[in-house]
């Protein structure tokens, strides 16, 4: 589903737009000169209903380079080690993140508990992956013609990026799990999740006054994207918490 001149939605579960496997975040595919890049990699139960979509947008799977994560929750990082093994794809992620999906710690990254209250099938399994690049706050991560700048916005979750691109003069911000569609917040009861952190983030991106607003769940904002962001961190300012997605 292309979203932009460089932009494509390839993956999406039921807590998005229903493309791909049920348990699967959205996952954004961008597509530089210099060859294509995932942002996330969706949950890894299968990757062929986003390997059908991006062949019908008419991309060559042969100039995927890399998977970038947002961050080491199953939904988000479970198949990076399928498009690494399958199509090359160098994994790139925080180093937190890199240091849970390289062991596949299940306590760390919360799937035993997100099993235990239901979001995953018991028999769900991540497959630790190696990462080869770990990224931090200000790194500009380049792709032929195009450019992410990192951006660290912990308090889903430890190790949490977010990722601005600059496309024809909009700024494009991928921001995982960290606010959504109406100034919405994931804020859940893992052992990483931490409210003030949550909220440092949020300022941080308010601050980006970015156009479009491309979060790991629901709906997309191609242009304003900033207004859910300022909703979210004008409530905050208002000493409340922004409702949940969940
Ligand atoms: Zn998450």
Redesign the pocket.
Known sequence: MRLSERIYLVGGGTLGFGISHELD?HVYLIDGSGGMVLIDSGAGVTIEPIIRNIQRDGLDLRRLKNVLL??A?A??AGAAFEWRKRFGAVVAASKEAAEYVRNGDEEKISLAVAKRGGFYPKDYAFHACPVERVLAEGDRFKFGDLELEVIETPG??SG?LSFVLKEQGQRVLFD??TVFHDGKL?I?NVWDCDLQEYVGSIQKLAALKVDALLP?HLTVSLSQGARHIQKAWDTLQGLAVPPNII
């Open positions: 975040c947002t961050h929750h939904d988000h889903h979750c949490m995982g799990d994931l859940t790991g």
